[in-house]
């Protein structure tokens, strides 16, 4: 009978910590890419990419959906559909310290630990709102900010 209890107790405590590894995984996450592969690394094909481009995205996260204030989706100046994301003031600062100090490189958008773009920093960005674009179709945006939206509930 006491074998028993224990094999259940050990059972029951790797299923929480399997959820707990599950549930603790940010659904959104801002990580840069590494110009070659490295153990701090990971390679990861771009979903939205025709090309299917793959790309080493560095495993730590700079930013996930607790720096975020909201997400929607809005055109641009040619009809195509982007997420705009909108930090929080903390998020505001670490997100202007992270473009203001990689300007040049690029950053991982992983959603659901799928990497959906992976933009070219061109300059800092301060302002506490950051626009993702891609080859979106406005479904697939939306469901997208949804995704963002509920990682910010959870929170």
């Known amino acids: 009978m006491k074998r028993i209890f224990v094999l259940i107790a050990a059972a029951l405590l790797s299923s929480s910590v399997a959820f707990a590894a599950t549930s603790t995984t940010p659904v959104f996450q801002i990580r840069l890419v590494l110009d070659?592969?490295?153990k701090d690394s990971e390679p990861m094909t771009i979903v939205s990419s025709e090309s299917k481009e793959v790309v080493n995205v560095q495993k730590a996260i700079l930013l996930d959906h607790t720096a975020v204030k909201s997400a929607g989706v809005r055109s641009d100046h040619l009809g195509h559909a982007q997420i705009e994301v909108t930090f929080t003031a903390e998020g505001r600062k670490r997100f202007a310290e992270l473009t203001r100090e990689n300007v040049g490189h690029r950053l991982a958008i992983v959603i659901d630990g799928r990497l959906y773009c992976a933009p070219v920093i061109r300059t800092e960005v301060p302002?506490?709102?950051?626009?993702?674009s891609g080859n979106f179709s406005k479904e697939e945006a939306h469901l997208l900010a949804a995704k963002i939206i509920e990682a910010i509930k959870k929170n």
């Open 36 to 38: 070659a592969p490295s």
């Open 127 to 132: 302002g506490g709102k950051a626009e993702i």
